[in-house]
């Protein structure tokens, strides 16, 4: 059975870092795309990063210049390091795996993903 865990959320500052992580079990993940996604009370799930097995990373514009994604495979573990956090980014979290293997670039769209996290909450404070 495929788990993803998300870890690593709570409640910050605006202007303060955190980071989240998501273990896989279950299956090998190193020829899989691995992402992350946010959704925010009222909105859409919206792609936040994603980082293919070749280690391409692709992100949201809103968030380029300020988040990280990374992944250790030897973990089955997907990172995401989050700077200069905004009220804008309040939301939960979630991690994504799967789709096509040998990608070349982490696709925005969810229906590209088999796998999912249960989510962890994001509230960045003014």
């Known amino acids: 059975q495929v788990q993803l865990v998300e870890s690593g959320g709570g409640l910050v500052q605006a202007g303060d870092s955190l980071g989240l992580s998501c273990a896989a079990s279950?299956?090998?993940?190193?020829?899989?795309?691995m992402a992350w996604f946010r959704q925010a009370p009222g909105k859409d799930r919206e792609f936040v990063a994603g980082?293919?097995?070749?280690?391409?990373?692709s992100y949201l514009d809103s968030v380029e210049d300020r988040f990280t994604i990374s992944r250790d495979n030897t973990k089955n573990t997907v990172y995401l390091r989050m700077n200069r956090l905004k009220p804008e980014d309040t939301a939960v979290y979630y991690c994504?795996?799967?789709?096509?293997?040998?990608?070349?670039?982490?696709?925005?769209?969810?229906?590209?993903?088999?796998?999912w996290g249960q989510g962890t909450q994001v509230t960045v404070s003014t």
């Open positions: 994504a795996a799967g789709g096509r293997p040998w990608t070349q670039s982490a696709s925005p769209s969810r229906d590209e993903y088999d796998y």
């Open positions: 279950g299956r090998a993940f190193s020829p899989y795309t």
């Open positions: 980082i293919s097995w070749s280690v391409k990373s």
